[in-house]
């Protein structure tokens, strides 16, 4: 059965912290991994890995993927209020169409 | 505004009820998408279309039944629901079916079920 485990559930840190997320996998046909950013209710599209060792960045966010020990982090440096969301990592695999498994998410509180 | 609306944003229904969700994207897309957020659990893909045409139900039950009458709409028809339906039900669409990475969501339809 395929299964993303997303650590940890939930982290409390203030601002200008520096965090890192992790997101492990196990599935059959691996394709990308995706990290999206809930605020309120839809997610947004952060980064998609599909190489290892590649980093992805984006301002103050960035990931990077290990296909051979299967996992992915997401570093946010110097941390913002705005910032608080739950982070989601999501695993595509198949051959032929897609599908998406979610991990549970991060829970990420950034107070002043 | 992301382009993807979603109607009615709550919804509060008896287990002998029908109802639907309904989705609309203006964005252009051919492939639309529904998944399920219940609390304290991950995210959940439900159904996929491509070009109005289903290409996956991830095993969900057929309480549940979805309807793509054309590209730009995405319907869920809801009947005889159980209280552990109660979840938030997002629609999200994309340019085609597997750049996820251009996948966009609507608010999503907070659904109860009594």
């Known amino acids: 059965e395929d299964k993303v485990v997303q650590s940890p559930l939930s982290l409390v840190v203030h601002e200008g912290d520096t965090v890192t997320l992790n997101c492990s996998y196990e599935?059959?046909?691996?394709?990308?991994l995706l990290w999206y950013k809930q605020e309120k209710k839809a997610p947004t599209f952060l980064f998609m890995l599909?190489?290892?060792?590649i980093e992805k960045k984006s301002g103050r966010l960035s990931s990077i993927l290990d296909k051979k020990e299967l996992f992915s982090i997401l570093n946010i440096t110097a941390t913002q209020t705005g910032d608080s969301a739950i982070y989601l990592c999501?695993?595509?695999?198949?051959?032929?169409?897609?599908?998406?498994?979610f991990g549970e998410g991060t829970q990420l509180t950034v107070n002043p | 505004e992301t382009g993807v609306t979603q109607t009615p944003r709550h919804l509060v229904m008896g287990m002998t009820n029908k109802k639907s969700l309904k989705c609309e994207q203006h964005?252009?897309?051919?492939?639309m998408y529904w998944y399920k957020q219940s609390a304290k659990k991950p995210l959940e893909l439900m159904f996929v279309?491509?070009?109005?045409?289903?290409?996956e139900n991830n095993s969900v039950p057929s309480r549940f039944s979805p309807e793509c009458p054309n590209s730009s709409h995405l319907f869920l028809h809801l009947h005889t629901l159980q209280p552990e339906d109660s979840a938030l039900y997002l629609c999200?669409?994309?340019?085609?079916?597997?750049?996820?990475?251009?996948?966009?969501f609507g608010p999503g339809t907070r659904l109860t079920v009594l």
């Open positions: 999501a695993v595509e695999e198949g051959t032929s169409g897609s599908r998406l498994t």
């Open positions: 279309y491509n070009f109005k045409e289903q290409t």
């Open positions: 599935v059959t046909n691996f394709r990308s």
């Open positions: 599909t190489s290892s060792g």
């Open positions: 964005l252009g897309h051919n492939a």
């Open positions: 999200a669409s994309s340019q085609d079916l597997q750049i996820y990475n251009e996948q966009f």
